[in-house]
C-alpha cells in the first residue's frame, strides 16, 4: 500500500546512526548539539533544544513559560490531541478557537476570546501551512500573551524565505517517522529566548546541573526528556536533505493541485505564493455531498492500495475532552472533519504514484458523489 506519509532513509543516515553505535557515546554526546546548531542554522532561530518527542517538547515550552492550573489557553481543536493535553496536564484550560476551511486557526476570532485568565495563543501550522504568524503576533503583543507555534508539521516551511519556526515566542517540531524529517521519535523547542532555552535544558534533564568533577546539583524539577546520540546522529543526515525531500512533496502536490483544479467535488489547501509549505499532509475538502459515504470512500481507496487518513477529529470531540469539559461544537471546525481526508503526499513517491493515487481517488469520488446524504 502506498502509504499517506512515511520516512525515506537512505544509506548515509543508516553509516550516521552506525557511526554512533561504534562510539563511547549513546547518550548526552556532542551529536545532540551539532544536530542543535544545525536547526538553528537552518530555522534562523536563536537556540533549538531537542526532546525524545515533540509531547516532551511542548510539556516543556507550556512549563517554563509558567503556564499554570486555571490559565485559559486560546488554540485549536484541529491538531493532535498532544498540543492541548500537555497544558492540560499543568491544569490550565483549552478555549477553542474554530478554524478556517485550510485547517489553520482563524486569526480572525482570537481576540473576542480574550479574557484576564488568558495566558497563551497556541497555533498550528496545519499540513505545513504557515497561520497568519504576524496578525496573531499582533495580538499578543497588544494583550501580553506568549504566541507559541505547534510547528510539528512545518519544518521546511517558510513565508517570504523566513522560515517557520522563528516566528513565535517558541516553535515546537517534530521529527517523527511521518513527518518532513524524523529521528524515529523526536521533537525540539525553538526560542529567541535565552532565558526559556536555558530553563527548556534544565527541564529535560532532571533540573540539574554539574558543577564541579562528580558533583551536580538539581536547582528545579525535570524529567529525563532527552534527545538521543543515536537520533540526533539521523537528525544531523536527515536535515541535510529536508529541502530535496519538501521539494519532492511539494512536485506531488503541485501536480495534484493541476489535476483538481477544476473539480467540484471538493477542495484543497491553496498555499499562497510568498509561502512554501513543508506539504507535510495533502488534504482534501470534501463537499458535504460527500460526508455520508466518506467512510465507504476511505475503505476503498485503501482496497486500491492507496494509504489515507483523516487529520483530525476536533480535539473536544474526544471521550476524554467531553467528559472534563462538556459537549462542544464549533462550526468550521465540526465541518472540517466530516470534510477532510489526506491523500499520499511525501517524498518516496514519483509523479507515477501521484497520478495513480489521483486517478484512483477521482474515480471513486464520481462513483460516489450520486449517492449523496439524506437528512
Known sequence: MLPYSTQHIQSDDIDAVVEVLKSPYLTQGAKVEEFEKALCSYTGSKHAVTFNSATSALLAAYSVCDIKKDDEIIT???????????????????????????????????????????????????????????????????????????????LGSSIDEKKVGSFADMSILSFHAIKPITTGEGGAVLTDNEEFATKLKLFRSHGMVKKELWNSDMISLGHNFRLTEIAAALGISQLKKLDSFVKIRNEISAYYDERFKDKKLFLTQKIPQNMLSSRHLYPVILNPELHCPKEEIFKELQKNGIG??????????????????????????????????SIPCHQQMTLEDAKFVADTFLSILDKYSYRGCTF
Open 308 to 341: 489515507v487518513q483523516v487529520h483530525y477529529k476536533p480535539i473536544y470531540q474526544n471521550s476524554f475532552y467531553k467528559e472534563k469539559f462538556g459537549d462542544f461544537s464549533l462550526h468550521v471546525a465540526d465541518d472540517f472533519y466530516k470534510s477532510e481526508i
Open 76 to 154: 485549536t481543536p484541529i491538531s493532535f490531541v498532544a498540543t492541548s493535553n500537555m497544558f492540560l496536564m499543568l491544569g490550565a484550560k483549552p478555549i477553542w478557537c474554530d478554524v478556517k476551511l485550510d485547517g489553520n486557526i482563524d486569526e480572525t476570532l482570537i481576540e473576542k476570546l480574550i479574557t484576564p485568565k488568558t495566558k497563551a495563543i497556541v497555533a498550528v501550522d496545519f499540513a505545513g501551512k504557515g497561520v497568519e504568524f504576524l496578525k496573531i503576533k499582533e495580538i499578543a503583543k497588544k494583550y501580553n500573551l506568549l504566541f507559541i507555534d505547534d510547528a510539528s508539521h512545518a
